[in-house]
């Protein structure tokens, strides 16, 4: 379980270096509390720079907090250093956006990276790297290199490189916004196996109320820095009790039904001299296109291929 109480945290501007006083440093998160148990796919939402990123990175202490406490099975963290704090984030797996591979290395090297640091021995390293590559789907692309990977197979990648540890945490920071609905359907997927069958907490950042309805047992929405609510997720897209979270809600209807959106988009667009297209449709499209890209180019045949068969979704 890991419980966060009364957590902040202040980015010092570059006015606070010359003049600290409390207006000159950044609030990110204010007086945070949540707690997340063992088993949980909990989500954390809200719009850009809500605190999402800076919320999950306290949890492994990639950013100290200012204040608060974080504690995990019950063992306060803020304090380590050291042999604890290496351990700690051993056992909490992290995934990214854009993938974070190192290209230089093959897909196998890159899973058995985490065991090389340790200095493994190299036949264990690479036989646990294959078995996560199994895991993952992806073991007939072990000699193969990012660059010659599409978006979800190098998502793939990190996915088996974060387990190698056997951590009892995967911190999933915006994992799946920049590919496809298809390879993010297959990448949730295997995410909710991940966490049935080896039993992963897993902590999903996303902007997308679709990826949370589709996997999170509960959610957390900050607004500002602020929790503004928490529970199921149900509940709390069904009853949102925050504007921040009907405000959420209302702009993904928006960016779900773009006709309905063009429509009354152009209606605005007219009265302010523009197209229906320039007022929705272009901006989103182009975006769309752009995450359909990926970080690296393109997709197989084979990427929406699911490893993990039988998820309950
Ligand atoms: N390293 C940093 N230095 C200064 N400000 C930061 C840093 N990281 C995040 N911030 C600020 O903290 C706020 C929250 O950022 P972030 O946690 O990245 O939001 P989100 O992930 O919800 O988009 C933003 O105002 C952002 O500019
Ligand atoms: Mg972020």
């Given at each position: 379980m890991i419980q966060i109480e009364h957590l902040s945290k202040s980015f010092a501007s570059p006015a606070a270096r010359t003049h600290p006083s409390p207006e000159t440093g950044q609030h990110a998160l204010h007086d945070v509390s949540l707690t997340i148990e063992d088993g949980d796919i909990f989500g954390i939402i809200g719009s850009s720079g809500a605190g999402k990123s800076t919320l999950v990175r306290c949890i492994n202490l990639l950013e100290r907090p200012t204040s608060g406490h974080i504690s995990v099975d019950g063992r306060e963290i803020t304090g380590y250093k050291g042999r604890q704090l290496l351990q700690l984030r051993a056992s909490m797996g992290m995934i990214f956006q854009h993938f974070s591979?190192?290209?230089?290395?093959?897909v196998l090297r890159n899973v058995s990276f985490p065991l090389e640091i340790q200095r493994k021995p190299r036949r264990v390293c690479e036989s646990r790297a294959i078995e996560l590559l199994e895991l993952v789907g992806?073991?007939?692309?072990?000699?193969?290199?990012?660059?010659?990977?599409?978006g979800g197979q190098q998502q793939r990648v990190a996915i088996a490189r974060a387990l190698a540890n056997n951590p009892r945490v995967m911190l999933c920071d915006?994992?799946?916004?920049?590919?496809?609905t298809a390879t993010t359907a297959s990448i949730l997927e295997l995410l909710h196996s991940i966490n049935a069958e080896l039993g992963v907490t897993i902590i999903v950042i996303t902007h997308s109320l679709a990826v949370t309805e589709r996997i999170c047992n509960r959610i957390a929405v900050l607004d500002k820095g602020r929790l503004v609510e928490q529970g199921a997720t149900r509940e709390v897209l069904r009853n949102p009790q925050s504007q921040a979270t009907r405000e959420l809600i209302a702009a993904d209807r928006v960016a779900a039904f773009p006709a309905a959106a063009c429509e009354s988009a152009g209606k605005a667009g007219e009265r302010a001299g523009k197209t229906a297209d320039e007022a929705a449709g272009k901006d989103r499209g182009e975006a769309a296109t752009e995450g359909t890209r990926g970080a690296a180019g393109t997709r197989s045949p084979g990427d929406t291929g699911l490893a993990c068969k039988g998820a309950d979704l």
């Open positions: 591979l190192f290209q230089q290395r093959s992806i073991a007939e692309k072990e000699q193969a290199y990012p660059s010659q990977l599409s915006e994992a799946t916004s920049a590919l496809d």
